[in-house]
């Protein structure tokens, strides 16, 4: 395989084992999901060399189904980034521009499937790692409900956040992805009994769809924008109506984000210390001293960040301050979903704020790169699903129609998804 | 200052193993002290990227039987959250614990005070908690010092019970633990036998100086030691116009004394916060099935009025549940007979020989055959008791063990009258003109020294009652 994406950290041709829907179809898989005998790193250094002596439980259904796995496709640092250049292992290109990003943190993925490599790929979203990549590369990604997949096996950066999800050149595509991974699992407890049967038809006639006047407020881009309402009038003649909602609370999503998913980090990340797996840490050394010693080489410098920020406000004297109040203002933005969730059908908006930037843009200011996370957010917070397709280019690039719909509702959500592609 | 100006104040914060099959948050059996270190882990409980725990129901039921037997009030929710520390033998660089959310608040144990009086003890709280790995360290100063890390404890399930500061004395530590030990062990939800299944942090002050805290002791007599220790040393550090430095110190289990734990004392900050891949436990929801057997004190009662035996003894024979057991199947002998001879007599004998009472557990007909013996006067209680350590001895050996009817026979142990005594009783009679004067004085007890004599002449085969009584009509009494 010719990988001029740098889409991968570790190509593989590893056959699957069953005869299900899958079969004959290579699914690249995001680094961040363990698989059995295959090196999985989280793109970071700190896990160069661990082969995980388990599959992740979406990864045994994948093989299951009769899928082969294609490889482990390169990504931000343990997820921790928007562009896919918090890779130790350099960035992934946008197959569009190849100077610019693919998004992030699953850029690895979305690259294998815009670039033709691979017609479906699995990535993880915590705060909008499928949707990102999947807009700015121009293919569809799949965010589900949390819990309606199981995060057995997934590396977690922010347990009370993160999906795995399918990304995929076409919805249908996606919804075949998403209905063997769907469904519950027992080793994990947060996963629910809710399996997808698959069944994806064209529907959005008679819909209501909520138009956050917050998703196209100061940030978004003028050209983005203005394709995404083109998207919405589009709905409306394909018989759905449009209102427009108000979700007050949003402003508080990125704060609340931020402060959560860093304090999650900062304990997830603790156990990478060397002594079980990762690189060897110095034996001559005390055991905290060859702790550190191993800390400080294998983590980047946002993973470092992220970890003293998540530290930080984790410790005695602000636990009150920030993460609580962060859990406060969880949910609030939850309920505000939830009661525009009850009069529309789905809400519909960009989902990033901008076109893929040049490799480098983002990477000096790291306050500029967690506000292009400001629309994806949300529906982590939220725990709701949401789809991003494809809805035309400004600027030469993809731009990505985000829709966002009821907890659990992935079924009306595809079936929206799929009447808006076949019409466009 | 007077000794008693030294007010003691002890709290314990008791970790106990739950004895369920599997561990807390994976399916991994717990039964690993018989195994090579690291058979019994996966990706659970080794912490591995990914993997996720899933709660073992049986962990909460046992914690709640035993938050229900010790009187604790019972919140609708219970939380499980993360404490972050690094240390070698903690996978995940975090312990699952619970935090402000506990499964169980307050409670109480009854004990007796040093007086003998009863004393409650009142409980902070109960929670659920993973077990770390262990460390062993190996190597010496030759061939340079190493540890190796066995993951086989790591996610055994543990119960915290916290103590209010209530105690005042390492004895009374010592009781709470040994009432503590005895409830879990009525509600087979623990094994005092495993090795390291019990760990004691204990808090101690002085009234008016700071408070100490020694961590990790592993046996009941260890924190008796530890907390008698740490008292002596403190008092003669304030007799000296010292100060007591607020620390943690560790237990010399050999040695029997305490050292500071740390030279540069930073305070670690845990991070608390709540665990999001466990959902939260409705503890409310549970209690219904929550159903608790006799325990200690409702047995001891119990033990008083079906047997009539005296309180001493009934709580002697309750204070351990397969004691409670081996008396209830040796009391249809005659309960007083049974609970003195056991209570008095074979607890000490056990405890001389190193013995557990399980090995004569499978026995227990032979000790009736004993007791029947003494009971119907064929043997002596002298005699009985000789018997009693001549079969615990051989019940110890390896060949196949000699009945206590054996025994008897074989020793030629069968009580006779005291009439076929006569002849000796005399001839130790008249080689002991003095104790007889001493007795004639007035001196008491000058006669048992005869007695003695004369049961030591006969192997113990003589009733020693019957020996005093010819003896005064010898001497015309």
Known sequence: MNDKYNAYLNTTEIPGTGSGILAGIRVSIKDNISTKDIETTCASKILKGYIPPYDAHAVTLLKNAGASIAGKTNMDEFGMGSTTENSAFGPALNPHDTTRVTGGSSGGSAAAVAGGLVSMALGSDTGGSIRCPAAWCGIVGLKPSYGRVSRFGLIAYANSFEQIGPLAANVRDVAKLFSVIAGHDKKDSTSVSKPYDGKVIPDIRGKTIGIPREYFGEGVDRDVAAKVREAITKLEELGAAAVEVSLPSMKYALPAYYVTCTCEASSNLDRFDGVRYGPEPEMNLPWHDAYTKVREAGFGQEVKRRILLGTFALSAGYYGKYYVKAQHARQLIAKDFASALKTCDFLAGPTMPNVAPKIGELTSDPLLMYQADILTVPVNIAGIPAISVPCGTAHGMPVGLQLMGRMFGEESLLNAALAFEEAV | ?477
């Not at chain 2, 200052?1 to 002890?10: G, K, L, Q, S, T």
């Not at chain 2, 312990?95 to 169980?104: E, F, K, R, S």
């Not at chain 2, 030990?181 to 495993?194: G, H, I, N, Q, W």
């Open chain 2, 1 to 477: 200052m007077a000794d008693e100006e030294y007010i003691v104040v002890i709290g314990l914060e008791v970790h106990c193993q739950l004895d369920t099959s599997s561990k807390l948050f994976c399916g991994c059996s717990a039964d690993f002290r018989a195994d090579a270190p690291n058979t019994h882990v996966c990706p659970v409980c080794l912490g591995l990227p990914g993997a996720l725990p899933v709660l073992n129901k049986k962990a909460i039921e046992y914690a709640l039987k035993v938050a229900k037997a010790l009187n604790c009030k019972i919140p609708q929710e219970a939380e499980f959250c993360r404490k972050n520390y690094f240390y070698p033998d903690l996978v995940k660089a975090y312990q699952i614990t619970m935090g402000d959310n506990p499964l169980a608040l307050g409670g109480y144990i009854e004990i007796e005070d040093d007086a003998g009086n009863p004393k409650v003890v009142n409980l902070t709280r109960i929670h659920v908690e993973e077990d770390p790995g262990r460390l062993i360290h190996m190597g010496n100063k030759e061939r340079g010092h190493y540890t190796l890390v066995d993951y086989n404890r790591s996610g055994i399930p543990l119960i915290e019970m916290v103590t209010e500061p209530e105690l005042c004395s390492p004895k009374e530590a010592r009781r709470l633990l040994n009432k503590l030990r005895a409830t879990l062990e009525y509600l087979d939800v623990f094994d005092p036998d495993k090795e390291g299944s019990i760990r004691v942090d204990a808090n101690i002050s002085i009234k008016g100086h700071e408070r100490v805290e020694i961590k990790n002791i592993s046996s009941y007599k260890g924190v008796e030691k530890a907390l008698t220790f740490e008292i002596t040393r403190q008092k003669n550090l304030i007799r000296r116009g010292g100060s007591i430095a607020r620390e943690t110190r560790h237990f010399q289990e050999g040695k029997g004394t305490t050292t500071s734990a740390r030279s540069k004392e930073t305070a670690t900050d845990y991070r608390y916060f709540p665990e999001p891949d466990l959902p939260v436990i409705r503890v409310s929801d549970w209690m219904d099935n929550i159903v608790l057997p006799e325990l200690p004190d409702a047995r001891r009662d119990r033990f008083m009025n079906q047997y009539g035996i005296a309180v001493n003894h009934a709580r002697t024979l309750t204070g351990d549940l397969h004691l409670a057991e081996f008396y209830e199947l040796i009391a249809p002998v005659g309960s007083q007979i049974a609970a003195s001879w056991i209570a008095d007599i074979l607890i000490g004998e056990l405890n001389y020989r190193d013995m557990p009472l399980s090995k004569i557990i499978s026995h227990a007909g032979q000790f009736k055959d004993l007791l029947v013996l003494v009971r119907d006067q064929q043997i002596t209680d002298k005699a009985g008791i000789d018997v009693l350590r001549v079969w615990l001895d051989s019940l110890s050996g390896t060949g196949s063990p000699e009945t206590p009817g054996q025994i008897v026979a074989r020793l030629g142990l069968t009580r006779e009258s005291g009439e076929s005594f006569r002849g000796i009783v005399e001839k130790i009679l008249t080689n002991n003109p003095q104790a007889i004067a001493d007795h004639k004085a007035g001196k008491k007890g000058a006669l048992n020294f005869i007695v003695g004599q004369v049961m030591k002449e006969t192997k113990g085969k003589s009733d020693p009652r019957e020996i005093h009584a010819m003896i005064s009509e010898i001497l015309g009494e």
